[in-house]
Nanobody, 125 residues
Framework: QVQLVESGGGLVQAGGSLRLSCAASGRTFSSYTVAWFRQGPGKKYEFVGAIQWSDGNTHYSSSLKGRFTISRDNDKNTVSLQMNSLKPEDTGVYYC??????????????????WGQGTQVTVSS
């Protein structure tokens, strides 16, 4: 099965930027949709965005458009989440999740069978 590993988390000052990466092992992302979720202090999982590996098409949470960008690297077989203009409320554990590509975008956690362990992002005031 697909194994996902997030990296790139850390501590950053408000207004700064951070780039997270999601790497797959066992198989490639070639037929998958890869999504990013985050879990804040309230423990609620929030959909950030997703990308279709096959064509690079992306879909974002409406509230995060303009600050977060998802991209893929074919050579490295990774998916990145570029986060700009970070705010303290962006603090949380960020996860990448995968599913065999579908014709619709899904923003619910229960849909995705493959998950990484998460990486901590802390934004200070």
């Amino acid at each position: 099965q697909v194994q996902l590993v997030e990296s790139g988390g850390g501590l950053v000052q408000a207004g700064g930027s951070l780039r997270l990466s999601c790497a797959a092992s066992g198989r490639t992302f070639s037929s998958y949709t890869v999504a990013w979720f985050r879990q804040g202090p309230g423990k609620k999982y929030e959909f950030v965005g997703a990308i279709q590996w096959s064509d690079g098409n992306t879909h974002y949470s409406s509230s995060l458009k303009g600050r977060f960008t998802i991209s893929r690297d074919n050579d490295k077989n990774t998916v990145s989440l570029q986060m700009n203009s970070l705010k303290p409320e962006d603090t949380g554990v960020y996860y990448c999740a995968g599913i065999l590509s579908t014709r619709f975008w899904y923003e619910g956690t229960d849909v995705y069978p493959y998950w990484g362990q998460g990486t901590q992002v802390t934004v200070s005031s």
